[in-house]
């Protein structure tokens, strides 16, 4: 993982978001089925409906949000990259027949 005074590129950034991905999707689940338990506990705790999709979102913002105070910190970029990434894969996906988690 990168330190804070690691220089990386946009690609560096993305790859290591790539593996990131990896390694919680081995530790955590696949994206889906973690992202679809956070939006159940978040929709249960806000009262209202939060999609897996904007779970990824809102955690991508809290990674904005973190950058903001320490720029510097590559971990938030490339975490804020797999969030997107992530977001953008559940948009496509049919919830309906996706199971059980």
Known sequence: MATQKDFLT????????????????????????????????????????????????CMALLKIARSMESPDHLDNFVDGAAYLAIAGELGGMDWENYGNY
């Open 10 to 57: 946009a690609s560096k950034i993305l790859d290591e978001s790539i593996e990131v991905l990896h390694a919680r999707g081995r530790k955590y689940a696949d994206p889906a089925t973690n992202h679809l338990r956070i939006s159940h506990l978040w929709s249960t705790y806000l009262e209202r409906y939060v999609s897996p999709q904007q779970v990824a979102g």
